[in-house]
């Protein structure tokens, strides 16, 4: 029986079980996923050790695991083993993604009644429970790279279960014989993007975000980001010796290819870095740069201790002080603002811009090139006013003729509001 003469799967009916979590781990793999039985699933960890040997980050091992572990909740539940999966698997697996919502380990409380609605002051969408379209393709991403690795090595299915469209055209039909061949066409089942364009930060609530942060750590993380659009995680990587205070640069490490730059910072964003560096003295040139004190457990060490600011903690400041403002600024938001501001300044380039963003194509960075929504209003707001301010102003008398003339001509009221 062919996989068209089945018949449709309920897919509302369909709940995954629980089974299985993803662990960090202390060997070569950072990070495996564990079956209902606390074993590592060998097809998924055989992959993941690949995947790492190629030279991939410990947070792209996670972002892979998860979402492998969420196929093989999927199979569970529609009882069909991992390489007898085909398309149309992959099929009902997109359209059930699309139509329920994540799956959470504690329920909404306060921003149950803002999921998925826009925010009055930013403008910008809070995150709802459905799934979006951008995780939507980087599973089938995930998916087609992990079938593709089976397939190499001659143990997984024959055909890979997430296909390529290739339109009308046939596959390289143009292709170089003396070039390797690439993969030509989109993914099948990948859902469009909308287009979105890069938000910056007005002027104005740039100074509310900023005068909410109660200490001057966050005040230069804050300066930091909007000076450099270095990205949160490559800020709170820095330790003491990426710090230039002659040049007032600071080193960072960038996010996938782990390469070390060094960015230009704002003289205030060095202000507020001396403030900090005076406070928490004893920093050491392999000490991490940003710290944050915790209560120790309690026993007889019982007290503060110093430990590492991570990103959560990062993102309680920015909960904090929007909770305060009644926005939801991120710290990807300071990026944006910093490429958009870069971008408008007539003596950078945009390979300058590119260069202190660390994009590694100008096509990437050719976004920031469109306007920003909330400068056009403001200037189209000007046209309207400049419009009615030249409409009640007096008439000017066409050359050659006198004001005074045309008052007694016609009674004083030529030229003159009513």
């Not at 790492?52 to 569970?76: I, K, Q």
Request: charged fraction near 30%; aromatic fraction near 8%.
């Amino acid at each position: 029986m062919s996989s068209l003469d089945l018949p449709e799967r309920d897919l509302r009916s369909i709940q995954l079980p629980m089974l299985g979590k993803v662990v960090p781990s202390g060997g070569v793999v950072p990070w495996v996923v564990l079956d209902a039985a606390g074993e590592p699933v060998e097809p998924v960890m055989r992959y993941l050790r690949d995947f790492m040997a190629r030279g991939n980050r410990p947070g792209s091992v996670r972002s892979y695991a998860y979402d492998l572990r969420r196929w093989w909740r999927f199979l569970a539940a529609i009882e069909v083993e991992w390489d007898k999966a085909t398309s149309r698997e992959v099929c009902d697996f997109v359209l059930w993604i699309q139509s329920n919502t994540k799956p959470r380990r504690f329920s909404r409380t306060v921003s149950a009644r803002t999921a998925g609605k826009i925010n009055p002051v930013t403008r910008k969408r809070y995150l709802s429970d459905r799934y979006e379209p951008t995780t939507v393709r980087h599973s089938n991403s995930v998916l087609r790279s992990f079938y593709e690795f089976w397939i190499e090595t001659g143990e997984g299915p024959l055909v890979n279960p997430v296909p390529r469209d290739h339109g009308e055209r046939r596959p390289n039909a143009h292709h170089n014989p003396l070039e390797p061949y690439r993969a030509e066409g989109r993914l099948r089942y990948n859902p469009k993007l909308p287009k979105r364009r890069p938000r910056s930060m007005p002027d104005e609530r740039w100074r509310d975000l900023f005068g909410s942060m109660r200490s001057n750590r966050d005040r230069a993380i804050l300066s930091l980001a909007i000076s450099t659009a270095a990205r949160a995680n490559e800020l709170l990587g820095m330790t003491g010796a990426d710090v230039d205070w002659g040049d007032q640069l600071i080193r960072v490490r960038r996010k996938g290819s782990d390469a070390e730059q060094w960015l230009p910072a704002s003289p205030e964003a060095f202000v507020w870095l001396r403030l900090y560096w005076h406070e928490v003295d004893g920093i050491g040139p392999n000490d991490p740069l940003w710290v944050t004190l915790r209560r120790r457990r309690r026993g007889p060490d019982s007290g503060l201790e110093r430990r590492s600011l991570n990103y959560e903690a990062l993102r309680a400041v920015l909960r904090r002080a929007n909770e305060r403002l009644g926005s939801n600024w991120t710290m990807h938001d300071a990026r944006h603002t910093c490429a958009i501001r870069m971008v408008r300044d007539e003596r950078l380039s945009l390979r300058d811009v590119q260069t202190i963003l660390g994009h590694a194509h100008l096509t990437t960075t050719q976004i920031y090139l469109e306007e920003d929504e909330h400068e056009v209003i403001m200037r189209v707001r000007e046209h309207l006013g400049d419009r009615q301010d030249r409409a009640a102003r007096p008439a000017t008398p066409a050359q050659g003729y006198q004001q005074a003339d045309l008052d007694v001509l016609f009674g004083g009221s030529f030229g003159h509001d009513d």
